[in-house]
C-alpha cells in the first residue's frame, strides 16, 4: 500500500528539521559540518531502504554497517593514534541524533558499539589492550559488545549472576548474558562477573575481554522483539570458559566501576535517540497540521489544542538538546554524576514518549502506517525508558541526594 498526497508530511525543500535550528547554535561549526554529515548519510543510505527492511523484519545489512565504518563512525571517540577520529561524547550523541532521526535501531547499531564496547577499552584498557584493540574496532573490523544484562536481574552493576572463578593463572567464567545489542557481530563481549562474592558493595566484580568464538561461548539472537528491529539483540551463554588473567579490564574486583563508568555515557546516548524521535516526531506533526484540511476548510494546526501539543514537542526538544550538550560536557571532564546522567535519560525518554503518543493523535489513523513513520518512533521509544537501567529504578538512583 502506498501512501500519497498530504498523507506523507514530508519537509518541504526550503523548511530545516527544527532540530537543525536548534544544533547550530548549541554546537560550534565543526561540530555542526559532522553532524550535517552524518545527517545526509543517514537520507541517502538508510532513509530509502529501511521500510523495506521492516517490512522483511532483516537486521541492518552488513552493507550498511560497512558504510559507517568507511564513514569513520566506529571510531569517534577513538584517538587519531590508535586510528580513531579523535572526537568525543558530543560527536558521539550528534551520530545518534542524525541516524535516530530515521531509525533508532539503525542509530543504536553504532552507538552501542563505542559507548558500550570501545569506550571501556578506552577508559579503562591498558596499553597492550588498546593496540591490541581499538584500531580494529575504529575501522569497523572488530565490534565489542556489553555484557552486563542478566536473565531475571536486568542491569544490576553490582551484583552480577556470572561467576568467574580463579584456578591458578587463569579464570573460569559461567552463566547468561542477556539483551546484548549487537551480539550477531560481536567480536569479543565485555564480561560483567562476579569475582568476590564476599567483598563489600561495589567490589565484587571483575569485567574481562572475552572473545565470541573462544571455546565454551555461545549466542543466541533474541527472537520475536517488536522494538529496535533493525537491531541485534542476543543472549550469550558461557560454559566452563577459560580466559588468562590479561584478559581483565581494569582492576580485578573493579568492574562496577567499569559497568556504572560505562552507564554514564551510555545513558547519554539513549537520551539523544529519545530526542531524535521527538525530532523526527516534531516535523511530521507541524507539517501534517499544516497540510490536514478539517471543517471550515481550515488546516488542523489552527486550532489550539494542536498547537498546544506541538509547542510542547518544541519545547521539550530545546531543553533536552540544550541539557544533552551540557551533560557530554561534563561527562567528557569527568564530572557527570550518575544522578545527572539518569535524570537526563529519565527526563528525555519520558516526555518524548509521551509528546510522539499525543502527536500520533493528532495525525490520526495514517499514524499507525509503517510509511508515515511515527509508529516506529512510539514503538522505540518504549526501549529509551527501559534500556541502560529501567526509568522506574533511576528514578530510586536519583532520589537518594534528596534523602537525608
Excluded at 12 to 19: D, K, Q, S, T
Excluded at 280 to 293: G, H, P, T, V
Aim: hydrophobic content about 40%.
Amino acid at each position: 500500500m502506498s501512501i500519497a498526497g498530504p498523507v506523507r508530511a514530508t519537509l518541504p525543500c526550503n523548511m530545516a528539521r527544527r532540530i537543525d535550528t536548534y544544533l547550530e547554535s548549541l554546537i560550534d561549526e565543526d561540530k555542526f559540518a559532522f553532524y550535517e554529515a552524518v545527517r545526509d548519510f543517514g537520507d541517502a543510505e538508510i532513509a530509502p531502504h529501511l521500510l523495506g527492511w521492516e517490512r522483511e523484519h532483516q537486521l541492518v545489512p552488513d552493507s550498511c554497517i560497512r558504510a559507517m565504518g568507511d564513514l569513520g563512525l566506529f571510531g569517534l571517540p577513538i584517538a587519531e593514534e590508535h586510528g580513531g577520529q579523535g572526537g568525543d561524547h558530543t560527536d558521539l550523541c550528534l551520530m545518534g541524533l542524525a541516524l535516530g532521526y530515521h531509525s533508532q535501531s539503525v542509530a543504536i547499531t553504532p552507538g552501542a558499539a563505542i559507548s558500550l564496547g570501545a569506550k571501556p577499552v578506552q577508559l579503562f584498557g591498558t596499553d597492550e589492550q588498546k593496540k591490541a584493540h581499538l584500531p580494529a574496532l575504529a575501522n569497523g573490523e572488530r565490534m565489542f559488545v556489553f555484557g552486563l544484562s542478566e536473565p531475571g536481574r536486568g542491569s544490576d552493576a553490582a551484583n552480577p549472576q556470572v561467576t568467574a572463578i580463579r584456578q591458578g593463572d587463569k579464570w573460569v567464567i559461567n552463566g547468561e548474558k542477556c539483551w546484548s545489542t549487537n551480539a550477531r557481530w560481536a567480536s569479543h563481549v565485555v564480561v560483567h562477573a562476579l569475582t568476590a562474592p564476599d567483598a563489600p558493595n561495589g567490589k565484587r566484580s571483575t569485567c574481562f575481554i572475552v572473545p565470541m568464538d573462544a571455546p565454551g561461548v555461545f549466542y543466541q539472537e533474541m527472537q520475536g522483539k517488536k522494538v529496535w528491529e533493525q537491531s541485534s539483540t542476543g543472549s550469550i551463554m558461557f560454559e566452563n570458559v577459560e580466559v588468562a588473567h590479561d584478559q581483565i579490564l581494569g582492576a580485578e574486583n573493579g568492574g562496577f566501576k567499569v559497568m556504572v563508568t560505562t552507564l554514564n555515557g551510555g545513558r547519554l546516548f539513549i537520551a539523544a535517540l529519545a530526542l531524535s524521535s521527538l525530532a523526527f516526531a516534531l516535523d511530521k506533526c507541524r507539517i501534517y497540521a499544516e497540510e490536514r484540511i478539517q471543517f471550515d476548510e481550515k488546516p488542523i494546526g489552527r486550532f489550539q489544542r494542536v498547537q498546544d501539543v506541538i509547542v510542547d514537542m518544541d519545547i521539550a526538544l530545546e531543553r533536552g538538546l540544550t541539557w544533552l550538550a551540557h551533560s557530554c560536557k561534563l561527562f567528557e571532564a569527568g564530572k557527570l554524576s550518575r544522578e545527572s546522567a539518569a535524570k537526563l535519560k529519565v527526563d528525555c525518554s519520558r516526555s518524548a514518549s509521551d509528546l510522539v503518543s499525543l502527536g500520533m493523535e493528532i495525525c490520526g489513523g495514517v499514524a499507525c502506517f509503517d510509511e508515515f513513520g511515527l509508529i516506529r518512533h512510539h514503538n522505540d521509544l518504549f526501549v529509551t525508558r527501559v534500556g541502560e537501567g529501567s526509568n522506574f529504578a533511576l528514578k530510586d538512583l536519583i532520589v537518594r541526594p534528596l534523602r537525608k
